[in-house]
């Protein structure tokens, strides 16, 4: 189970920066870290890394608790359907179980109910306890060589997955050191630390405990700028390197649940290491790294120019996307954004700890681990 996946850096973008989460409740894990610091030989960065490239296990189980403080203004709320914006706040839960590449689990808790995702072989199933729903998908021939399909959104749900795409950031713009050593989960880990060059990146540091004998990530932290408390942090909080039970990824489907069935995808389509034809007019990249601004056309992506600054919508799209969140105000989630202009133009602008969004008069967004300053520079390209 190789935690250096080939990802590129922009896939690290969004869980790193809008949220990378997943869901329950619980005291905040940042507590775990009070252990008393153990006594390791030394490692360097390059060992630590060369640790996490060449690690193998046979199987993981464990509880991973998630964290995230983002400080996001309240106008999250007005977006319907919570399920996202109430990952981006508060603590989280989960159990997850590994049994190779073939076999997975993860089952993400709340107050409310649970959602699982179960991969067994070329068996995809997804069920949730509030609706007591399920979908069910034949895995095609192009889809069976990668890890099984996350529960939307998808988002890293253990530290290895984080660290996973993390470490795939790795450039000349990282500094690359050793941290503190730690107890996470019962076990004695290195600390590596991830910091980006440029100061305009949000993001202080990541920070990446890895067990001193399995080398495998068992938290994952990432620090903004001018803080010295994780904006966000997951970690296993119990963990078991045994392989867990075949029955584990078999989905007994409950009474009463109503079953859908789900045509397998065609290659290509949703892959979470997908990456669009770079001559995609949708969303290009502007700058490399941890400053990297994502630009995308508006009324693309919501089927026509989308309201900003309390003004009518020009066009409506005759067919939402299947994902839309349903009677979404959007006038008034944009109106309740701070208005913002300058030589690159006028529009609105959301701002947290680690991200930073622009919505221009004009109908475009840009959006980036970075400050409001390198949006700005990017709207006038």
Do not use: C
Not at 116 to 126: A, C, F, K, L, S
């Amino acid at each position: 189970m190789s935690v250096l996946r080939s990802r590129p850096v922009l896939r690290w973008l969004v869980p790193a920066t809008a949220a990378v989460a997943v869901i329950g409740g619980g005291a905040a894990i940042g507590t775990f870290a009070a252990e008393a610091e153990p006594s390791l030989p030394p490692r360097t960065a390059a060992q630590l890394l060369v640790d996490l490239q060449t690690s193998r296990l046979e199987g993981v189980s464990g509880t991973v608790v998630q964290r995230a403080d983002l400080g996001l203004p309240s106008l999250v709320g007005l977006i319907p359907g919570n399920d996202l914006t109430s990952m981006l706040t508060g603590t989280h839960t989960l159990r997850v179980w590994y049994s190779g590449p073939e076999r997975q689990r993860v089952a993400l808790l709340d107050t409310l109910g649970e959602q699982d995702v179960i991969r067994n072989g070329r068996d995809v199933w997804t069920w949730e306890s509030r609706t007591n729903t399920a979908r069910h998908r034949t895995l095609g021939d192009a889809e069976t060589g990668r890890a099984a399909p996350e529960a939307r959104p998808s988002l890293p749900a253990t530290p290895q997955q984080a660290a996973d795409l993390a470490l795939a950031a790795i450039d000349p713009s990282t500094q690359v050191s050793v941290g503190r050593s730690a107890t996470v989960a019962g076990q004695d880990a290195y600390e590596l630390v991830l910091q980006p060059r440029d100061e305009g990146s949000l993001v202080h540091q990541l920070r990446i405990a890895i067990d001193a004998k399995q080398h495998v990530p068992l938290r994952f932290e990432v620090l903004a700028k001018g803080s010295d408390q994780p904006a966000f942090e997951m970690a296993f909080t119990q963990i078991d390197y045994r392989r867990p039970a075949a029955d584990q990824f078999t989905f007994n489907p409950p009474p009463g649940v109503t079953v859908t069935e789900e045509k397998a995808e065609r290659p290509g389509a949703g892959r979470p290491d997908h990456v669009e034809p770079a001559g995609d007019p949708q969303v290009r990249a502007v700058g490399t790294g941890w400053t990297t601004v994502l630009v995308a056309r508006l009324d693309e992506a919501m089927g026509g120019k989308p309201a900003v600054g309390g003004k009518p919508a020009d066009a409506k799209p005759a067919v939402p996307p299947a994902d839309a969140a349903p009677d979404m105000d959007l006038s008034k989630l944009l109106g309740g954004l701070a208005a913002v202009k300058g030589d690159w133009g006028s529009g609105r602008l959301l701002t947290s700890k680690l991200f930073s969004v622009l919505l221009t008069d004009d109908g475009r967004v840009l959006a980036g681990a970075v400050t409001p300053e390198r949006l700005y520079e990017a709207a006038r390209g």
